[in-house]
């Protein structure tokens, strides 16, 4: 099975998923979209109104402000894995609960471990929450952490910024930080050159005789 076939079946099963009371009174569920192959993955927290209503994460307001931030890093939704935390919306877009991101973490771990980006930005203090526990978005975002070989990056959601036009400087700046941040995890996972590479010796061809 290749990489987007897997995908597809995380999508197929989110659709179908019973496990928690958010199917209850969702429209759609929002498995997330983006290319198998992604380098960089964005985790928000829950689907609101549009994304409800569509089927597909970041398309409302927030969604808008999330392509014109990716913009500022030289990218486009094409190039980036985009889900979140809950697959269906929350009532009256009230924050996630506990039983709730547990229920769907096991189809967020898979959907990681399939695409295996070397960048996960997180998108407000609920995907946060999970490789941050216990801190505060205000003092860690931009700022990188490895979780293995993975590069980690706190971010505020973008709704954050449009609810609070002060933070709207805060996360264009951690945006357009992300080729560099990027290319760093990149380095990370290049393979070491030869020895004889690495020294700077050009490889020479053994005499026959």
């Given at each position: 099975?290749?990489?987007?076939?897997?995908?597809?079946?995380?999508?197929?099963?989110v659709?179908?998923?019973k496990?928690?009371?958010?199917?209850?009174?969702?429209?759609?569920?929002?498995?997330g979209e983006g290319?198998?192959?992604?380098?960089?993955?964005?985790?928000?927290?829950?689907?609101?109104?549009?994304e409800?209503?569509?089927g597909?994460?970041?398309?409302?307001?927030?969604?808008?402000?999330?392509?014109?931030?990716?913009?500022?890093?030289?990218?486009q939704?094409?190039?980036?894995?985009?889900?979140?935390?809950?697959?269906?919306?929350?009532?009256?877009?009230?924050d996630?609960?506990?039983?709730e991101?547990?229920?769907?973490?096991?189809?967020?771990?898979?959907?990681?471990?399939?695409i295996?980006?070397?960048?996960i930005?997180?998108?407000?203090?609920?995907?946060?929450a999970?490789?941050?526990?216990?801190?505060?978005?205000?003092?860690?975002?931009?700022?990188?952490?490895w979780?293995?070989?993975r590069?980690?990056v706190?971010?505020?959601?973008?709704?954050?910024?449009?609810h609070?036009?002060?933070?709207?400087?805060?996360?264009?700046?951690?945006?357009?930080?992300?080729?560099e941040?990027?290319a760093?995890?990149?380095?990370?996972?290049?393979?070491?050159?030869?020895?004889?590479?690495?020294?700077?010796?050009?490889?020479q061809?053994?005499?026959?005789?």
């Open positions: 099975m290749t990489a987007a076939e897997a995908l597809q079946q995380i999508a197929d099963e659709r179908a998923c496990s928690c009371k958010l199917h209850h009174g969702a429209t759609h569920a929002v498995p290319p198998a192959d992604a380098r960089i993955m964005l985790i928000g927290e829950a689907p609101g109104f549009h409800d209503r569509q597909r994460p970041f398309v409302g307001a927030s969604g808008q402000f999330l392509e014109e931030l990716l913009g500022l890093a030289g990218l939704r094409r190039d980036v894995f985009i889900a979140n935390v809950v697959k269906h919306r929350p009532p009256n877009n009230r996630p609960e506990p039983d991101i547990g229920a769907c973490a096991l189809f967020l771990d898979r959907q990681i471990a399939t295996n980006p070397r960048v930005v997180t998108l407000g203090r609920f995907s946060m999970r490789w941050f526990p216990g801190e505060r978005i205000m003092r860690i975002h931009g700022q990188p952490r979780h293995g070989d590069m980690i706190p971010m505020m959601h973008p709704a954050a910024a449009l609070q036009p002060q933070n709207r400087p805060l996360i264009e700046a951690d945006f357009r930080r992300l080729p941040l990027l760093e995890a990149e380095r990370r996972h290049a393979p070491e050159p030869p020895p004889d590479v690495a020294a700077g010796e050009e490889p061809q053994l005499s026959l005789f």
